[in-house]
């Protein structure tokens, strides 16, 4: 049901994409340019930790809530999907944090490598 949410979500956001910025909150974003979403991400990032901080649950879920909201337009803005990072997560499920991590700094180091030995 969740998934439903964030796709129904994601649909509105991609619709209100090219909307008049007077409009719509999304297309404004959007017309301010990617620096404008990041901005918010941190910002709402900010205030979910500092609501965490606080303890105070209805705070921690509406300041979550609007962090997940942004961070559906950044998957916008780089023609991504949530069930883009539902997938991930799934990948991930029953993996050991510390060993995901480690293939993760893995797989980075032989991507980065890989860029090294094509521009030589």
């Known amino acids: ?5 964030l796709a129904r979500l ?3 956001i991609a619709q209100r994409k090219g909307a008049d910025p007077d409009k719509s909150y999304v297309a404004r974003l959007f017309a301010k340019g990617g620096d404008a979403v990041l901005k918010k991400i941190g910002e709402e990032a900010t205030e979910t ?3 965490a901080k606080d303890g105070k649950p ?3 879920v509406g300041e979550m809530a ?3 909201f942004h ?4 998957l916008e803005q780089h023609g991504l999907k949530p069930q883009d990072v539902l997938d991930e997560l799934a990948r991930r499920e ?3 944090g510390l060993d995901e991590k480690a293939a993760r700094k893995d ?3 032989s991507d980065a490598e890989a860029l090294n030995a094509k521009y030589k």
């Open 71 to 74: 961070c559906l337009i950044a």
């Open 107 to 109: 797989a980075s180091r």
């Open 94 to 96: 029953g993996l050991s």
């Open 58 to 60: 209805a705070a921690i």
């Open 10 to 12: 994601a649909e509105v």
């Open 1 to 5: 049901m969740s998934d439903a949410v």
């Open 49 to 51: 930790v500092m609501a």
């Open 66 to 68: 609007d962090l997940w």
